[in-house]
Nanobody, 122 residues
Framework: QVELVESGGGSVQAGDSLRLSCTGV????????MGWFRQAPGGEREFVAL????????YYGDSVKGRFTISRSDAENTVYLQMNSLKPEDTAVYYC???????????????WGQGTHVTVSS
């Protein structure tokens, strides 16, 4: 069974940091673009970050630029999202996902994790 397993979510105060992890199980994701998305209660799924497999280029949503950093370890089949200077508006369920295409469109992603909750209190 192929799946992505996220971890690292939790409840923090504004200004704190968290690091999310997403590990692939059942296949290697070294030739996939890996992305992070988030969905707040009542909201749509929002693009957060993407890392390309072939050159390691990274892309970020405007709301997280300068605060979040995506990285990957192909040896560990894992992608990370380092989140600094967290704000209450970052509160959401965070999902990692994998796609063959270089895109921010969630519809193009083939594999999804189950999500991990992040709550930021003011």
């Amino acid at each position: 069974q192929v799946e992505l397993v996220e971890s690292g979510g939790g409840s923090v105060q504004a200004g704190d940091s968290l690091r999310l992890s997403c590990t692939g199980v059942g296949r290697t994701f070294s030739t996939f673009q890996m992305g992070w998305f988030r969905q707040a209660p009542g909201g749509e799924r929002e693009f957060v970050a993407l890392i390309a497999w072939y050159d390691g280029n990274t892309y970020y949503g405007d709301s997280v630029k300068g605060r979040f950093t995506i990285s990957r370890s192909d040896a560990e089949n894992t992608v990370y999202l380092q989140m600094n200077s967290l704000k209450p508006e970052d509160t959401a369920v965070y999902y990692c996902a994998a796609t063959r295409r270089l895109t921010q469109n969630p519809l193009a992603y083939d594999y999804w994790g189950q999500g991990t909750h992040v709550t930021v209190s003011s």
